[in-house]
């Protein structure tokens, strides 16, 4: 080595690396891993909008500066169309994302920090000015250690913002080819202490639609496994493997791609055909496709204003693909293609289809619909259940405090019943000579099963009818339910 020369350090050669790669690649972000495993609530669409903000900011500054982004870059970013309905979009969502936190936790303590610390809209220019807060600095700028890349084109087409968030896990833990959290850890990150508290609906709403996503769009995929103590799932591990089905190759075809199929857009966003551009524009793609078969732009001007333009295009693409198929089967091309962009078939056969496609995605959404109306109607009659229940507890405990009498009333139904006789026998091993309304009451509270078939003898006792003013109070409420019980 010449003197002179200093031997890089390993950390140095990180923060290097970490630069060449964000530089080299129009599609690579870095994030902070803090910032992966913070705690915060955004919607697929809302951290799609994120990841693309950070790809245009300068991650080698020293500090945030104002950024402007025009909404044609978005739809670029996001595969879809440019209209008035994604300008509606963006302001809508950018303005959400103004108010959302990012709550950051460890041993030390914790820290919130809003997403965006602000956000303005260019009108005339179909742009908009975004700037991040001082405090995402450590986990957006200049990061020279503990960070993950993150290649966009993975997640631009995933619906389910766990599915994104698990990519983002999966490229943390790479190194290492797995990964484990609570099932605590990680309700708290995705805002879901109060929602899916089942863990069968947690697991499937959650777990498994990011790995079906992740299938599907992502270089990255995992499997999964369940710990647990006892009966119950305390925490999954994760095991990483490379998608055999999406390389970088095919992840580059995806996002060069022109999607023409409005139907199938993930935001609907349609654009009118009647734009000035698009014509002109319609006409330069065309002539770049047919002057290779000895056709001039003169001519395909000529078909764009016979017929209508998505028949121009059917047309020239499937005489493209036949092409692709057997070079050689077609020996006139000029006069076979004429022939096809003169026919209406295949427009009538794209109306068709996309007829079919309306319909079935109608008939879908119905099903969907349907299925969400009984689950909302099944947890509502479980809340309904439940708090009858509790009245009920209610109501028996009261009771037993002031009829001192009712407690052994009970007792003498359990043990005169075959069925119930095995809770009169729990009870009284467990108290023994102790029998007493105090050691009934503190049974009753301690075992949810003597408290179940407790309340049950007293609902048969039609001589004390101790229900009757809730059956009365919660009938009507029942009916609407459909339930004939409760």
């Given at each position: 080595?010449?003197?002179?020369?200093?031997?890089?350090?390993?950390?140095?050669?990180?923060?290097?690396e970490?630069?060449?790669?964000?530089?080299s690649?129009s599609?690579?972000?870095?994030?902070?891993?803090?910032?992966?495993?913070?705690?915060?609530?955004l919607?697929?669409?809302q951290?799609?909008?994120?990841?693309?903000?950070?790809?245009?900011?300068?991650?080698?500054?020293?500090?945030?500066?104002?950024?402007k982004?025009k909404?044609?870059?978005?739809?670029?970013?996001?595969k879809?169309?440019?209209?008035?309905?994604l300008?509606?979009?963006?302001?809508?969502?950018?303005?959400?994302?103004?108010?959302?936190?990012?709550?950051?936790e460890?041993?030390?303590g914790?820290?919130?920090?809003?997403?965006?610390?602000?956000?303005?809209?260019?009108?005339?220019e179909?742009?908009?000015?975004?700037?991040?807060p001082?405090m995402?600095?450590?986990?957006?700028?200049?990061?020279?250690?503990?960070?993950?890349?993150i290649?966009v084109?993975?997640i631009?087409?995933?619906?389910?913002?766990?599915?994104?968030?698990?990519?983002?896990f999966?490229?943390?833990?790479?190194?290492?080819?797995?990964?484990?959290?609570?099932?605590?850890?990680?309700?708290?990150?995705?805002?879901?202490?109060?929602?899916?508290?089942?863990?069968?609906?947690?697991?499937?709403?959650?777990?498994?639609k990011?790995?079906?996503?992740?299938?599907?769009?992502?270089?990255?995929?995992?499997?999964f496994?369940?710990?647990?103590?006892?009966?119950?799932v305390v925490?999954?591990?994760?095991?990483?493997?490379?998608?055999?089905?999406?390389?970088?190759a095919?992840?580059?075809?995806?996002?060069?791609?022109?999607?023409?199929?409005?139907?199938?857009?993930?935001f609907?966003?349609?654009?009118?055909?009647?734009?000035?551009?698009?014509?002109?524009?319609?006409?330069?793609?065309?002539?770049?496709?047919?002057?290779?078969?000895?056709?001039?732009?003169?001519t395909?001007?000529?078909w764009?204003?016979?017929?209508?333009?998505?028949?121009?295009?059917?047309?020239v693409?499937y005489?493209?693909?036949?092409?692709?198929?057997e070079?050689?089967?077609?020996?006139?091309?000029?006069?076979?293609?004429?022939t096809?962009?003169?026919?209406?078939?295949?427009?009538?056969?794209?109306?068709?289809?996309?007829?079919?496609?309306?319909?079935?995605?109608?008939?879908?959404?119905?099903?969907?619909?349907?299925k969400?109306?009984?689950d909302l109607?099944?947890?509502?009659?479980?809340?309904f259940?439940?708090?009858v229940?509790?009245?009920?507890?209610?109501?028996v405990?009261?009771?037993?405090?002031?009829?001192?009498?009712?407690?052994?009333?009970?007792?003498?139904s359990?043990?005169?019943?075959?069925?119930?006789a095995?809770?009169?026998?729990?009870?009284?091993s467990?108290?023994?000579?102790?029998?007493?309304?105090?050691?009934?009451?503190?049974?009753?509270?301690?075992?949810?099963?003597?408290e179940a078939?407790?309340?049950?003898t007293?609902?048969q006792?039609?001589?004390l009818?101790?229900?009757?003013?809730?059956?009365?109070?919660?009938?009507?409420?029942?009916?609407?339910?459909?339930?004939?019980?409760?």
């Amino acid at each position: 080595m010449k003197q002179g020369i200093k031997k890089r350090t390993t950390q140095e050669n990180k923060e290097i690396e970490a630069l060449e790669r964000i530089s080299s690649s129009s599609y690579m972000v870095v994030l902070g891993n803090p910032l992966l495993n913070a705690r915060y609530d955004l919607t697929a669409f809302q951290m799609k909008i994120f990841h693309f903000l950070v790809l245009n900011t300068d991650q080698t500054s020293a500090g945030f500066k104002v950024t402007k982004v025009k909404v044609s870059e978005v739809s670029q970013f996001l595969k879809t169309k440019t209209s008035d309905y994604l300008y509606n979009l963006l302001e809508k969502e950018s303005r959400k994302l103004m108010k959302k936190e990012i709550f950051f936790e460890d041993e030390r303590g914790w820290k919130v920090a809003n997403i965006l610390a602000q956000i303005e809209y260019h009108k005339k220019e179909g742009a908009f000015s975004f700037l991040f807060p001082p405090m995402l600095d450590a986990y957006l700028l200049q990061l020279k250690k503990n960070f993950t890349y993150i290649d966009v084109r993975n997640i631009v087409s995933m619906d389910s913002v766990y599915a994104i968030r698990f990519y983002g896990f999966c490229k943390e833990f790479e190194r290492f080819g797995k990964f484990q959290f609570s099932v605590e850890e990680m309700r708290k990150m995705f805002n879901l202490e109060n929602k899916y508290e089942l863990y069968g609906l947690f697991k499937q709403k959650v777990i498994v639609k990011a790995q079906e996503e992740l299938i599907k769009n992502s270089d990255l995929i995992f499997d999964f496994s369940e710990i647990k103590e006892g009966k119950k799932v305390v925490a999954l591990q994760f095991v990483i493997r490379k998608n055999p089905d999406k390389t970088s190759a095919q992840l580059d075809i995806s996002s060069n791609s022109t999607d023409f199929d409005a139907v199938d857009s993930q935001f609907e966003v349609i654009e009118s055909n009647t734009q000035p551009n698009y014509e002109s524009s319609t006409l330069l793609r065309l002539s770049g496709i047919v002057q290779v078969w000895g056709i001039d732009s003169s001519t395909i001007q000529n078909w764009l204003e016979q017929y209508p333009i998505e028949q121009v295009i059917l047309g020239v693409e499937y005489v493209q693909a036949e092409l692709e198929k057997e070079p050689k089967k077609i020996k006139n091309i000029p006069a076979y293609l004429k022939t096809i962009v003169s026919s209406t078939q295949l427009l009538e056969r794209q109306k068709t289809l996309e007829e079919e496609k309306r319909v079935l995605k109608a008939v879908l959404k119905k099903s969907e619909n349907e299925k969400r109306q009984l689950d909302l109607l099944k947890q509502q009659q479980d809340d309904f259940l439940h708090e009858v229940y509790k009245q009920k507890r209610k109501l028996v405990l009261a009771s037993l405090q002031q009829n001192h009498q009712l407690y052994k009333n009970v007792l003498n139904s359990l043990n005169a019943s075959v069925f119930s006789a095995i809770y009169y026998e729990s009870y009284v091993s467990k108290v023994g000579t102790e029998i007493s309304l105090e050691s009934f009451l503190a049974y009753f509270n301690e075992n949810t099963g003597f408290e179940a078939i407790v309340i049950a003898t007293l609902e048969q006792d039609t001589n004390l009818n101790l229900f009757g003013h809730l059956v009365e109070q919660y009938a009507d409420q029942a009916k609407a339910l459909g339930l004939s019980y409760f």
